[in-house]
């Protein structure tokens, strides 16, 4: 008699993950793992992963502490003894605030550049509207701007793209 082999669980890749440092983090791998029989029963880390973040079952979960790039290798089993392995990279980043300068028109807006602490530019180079926009790798729900000296500007924007004037001002 000869019967048909068992196949073992396959795997498509993993993409490349990012996670902030301070921000809850969760990633679920279990949707990566496939079984022709439905039969994966175990999916364990196999390599450290970055302080802050621990593993149950096939989901990462917490609070990440260290920057760093880190080799992540995940193993599932099938009810057969059959077997995988593979790896992805978690790029854990501390979080950034980055704000840009535009010069803005009638329902237009024109990147001048970013503007970096301590910035300083000659008013008479600049366009006659200007609007200050914040970005973040980190998710963001509003932004609080203070300009001060020459003029004073308080705003609070509470969608992206954040913008000091909102979106078209």
């Not at 999916?43 to 080799?71: D, E, F």
């Amino acid at each position: 008699t000869v019967k048909e082999a068992k196949q073992g669980p396959t795997v498509e890749p993993i993409p490349d993950v990012a996670a902030i440092v301070g921000q809850i983090f969760t990633f679920d791998v279990k949707s990566y793992f496939k079984d022709d029989e439905g039969s994966i029963t175990y999916i364990t880390y196999v390599s450290a992963l970055p302080p802050g973040i621990t593993a149950n079952g096939s989901q990462l979960a917490g609070n990440p502490t260290a920057v760093g790039l880190y080799l992540i290798k995940v193993q599932a089993k099938d009810k057969n003894g059959g077997s995988i392995e593979t790896e992805f990279r978690l790029k854990v980043e501390k979080p950034e605030l980055r704000v840009f300068l535009y010069a803005m028109g009638q329902g237009t807006k024109k990147l001048i550049r970013e503007v970096v602490n301590v910035d300083k530019m000659a008013a008479d180079t600049l366009p006659s509207a200007l609007n200050l926009f914040v970005e973040s790798n980190t998710a963001l729900t509003s932004v609080a701007f203070e300009i001060v000296n020459p003029m004073s500007q308080r705003s609070t924007d509470e969608a992206a793209p954040f913008g000091l004037f909102g979106d078209t001002g």
